[in-house]
């Protein structure tokens, strides 16, 4: 039986490269997000690599959402060998004397309320997959709190960190190994609002000098929910170019 990976926001950006990294390695890939049109592309480019894909949406901020999308899965599939919980986002910026309860809100919705629900519901999908494991994106930003107006962004992701290993205990009597990666800047539209001239500048905070590509993100991921990893757990990889001891 194939195995079976089910990434969130996997419609472009680095769930996307993950999709196609463990598509080639054999993978059947179930790749959610919120937007049909991004869906189609993005189904087009995984078909024609050779990988089978399906794309359910969902947006994973709405608790039932999330549960009506994995009956849809649960018609289709009766388990689940890899979650990669990859959606997540800035959701914009804002400094705390003008923040709105509801932008706060909106943004630990998007990268911490999205964990909790996407993998409870996976967790009975997870328990009959071979060797089976959940990676999730926490983000520099979880350790140095963001740059301007992103400080809610670094505290939802460093709940992320603690997520991680929450569910990594919570999990491991079922086998199920739960690991986080944490980027530093990977070159994707999630930077779309940024000005490019001030993300220049940010080059030079980072050893090696460049942005990562979402490939060099696909190729960890792909590593951790493979048997190589199979003595990782809980576990959180930096994939910043050098970025964090600068
Ligand atoms: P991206 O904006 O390119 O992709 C995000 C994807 O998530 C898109 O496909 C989008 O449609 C989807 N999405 C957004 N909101 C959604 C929702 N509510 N429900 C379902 N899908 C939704 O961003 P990316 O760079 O690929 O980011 C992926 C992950 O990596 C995020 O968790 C992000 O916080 C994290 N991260 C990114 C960077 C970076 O520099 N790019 C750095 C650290 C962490």
Known sequence: ?????????????????TAMELGKGGYDIIINGIFQDQADEALVTLKEAGINAEYFEADITNEDAVNAMFVAI??????????????????GRSRFEDMTTEFYRKVMALNLDSVFF???????FLKKGENPSIVNFAS????????????????SKAGVLTITRALAKDLVEYGIRVNAVSPGTIDTAFHAATNRDIMEGWKN????KRFGEASEV?????????????????????????????
């Open 1 to 17: 039986m194939s195995k079976i990976a089910l990434i969130t926001g996997a419609t472009a950006g680095i769930g996307l490269a």
């Open 74 to 91: 649960g018609a289709k599939y009766d388990k689940i060998d890899a979650l990669i919980n990859c959606a997540g986002g800035l959701g």
């Open 118 to 124: 996407v993998s409870r519901a996976a967790i009975p």
């Open 140 to 155: 520099i930003a979880s350790y140095n709190a963001g740059g301007p107006g992103a400080g809610i962004y670094g505290t």
């Open 205 to 208: 905070g980072i050893l090696m």
């Open 218 to 246: 696909a190729s960890v991921i792909e590593f951790l929910v493979s048997d190589k990893a199979s003595y990782l757990t809980g576990e959180v990889i930096q994939i910043n170019g050098g970025q964090d001891f600068l």
